[in-house]
């Protein structure tokens, strides 16, 4: 185990839809009624909000915890402190991708939002069977404003230094 850092819930509580981890209590709900949890054994909310919480950065943000989340925000309607773990899976997520932890999944997606507008684009045969039945080509959409956020952002940056 690599050593703690004391503050990282509060980093994590700053970070923008971080603040809810200040609120768990660490009933378990989440994770009871969790629909990614009942599949991946790796993913468990309840858990991770008390990795955050014991000061676990490195195990948090340089492994692939964060991303297993679905964002269905069962876990708010669950959660008896409105601490919304759906949301802090964000905030964390926000930290992990400036150390780099980003799966490649997500920078495929990222990728493809810059370069044509749209995070999933079809695949080859829908693009065939579109041709097939005459239908128009399906062109980028909103790539110049999308550019701006992510510029303002500073995530085009990071995805295209990965
Ligand atoms: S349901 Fe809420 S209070 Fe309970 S463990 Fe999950 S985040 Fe913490
Ligand atoms: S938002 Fe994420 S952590 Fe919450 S219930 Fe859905 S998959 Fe689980």
Redesign the pocket.
Known sequence: MSALDLDFMRKVANVPRGRGVLLCIQCGR?SG?????RLVTDHN?RRLMEMVILGLRSEVLLQGLPWY???????LDRCPQGGD??EV?FAIRNLAAKERNIPAGVVAQARSLIDTGRVVNPVKSILNKRKSLGLAEIAPTGVEDVKKILKRTALDRLIRSR
């Open positions: 989440c009624s969790c629909p990614i949890a909310p989340c679905l964002s269905c925000f069962t876990c773990v759906g899976m």
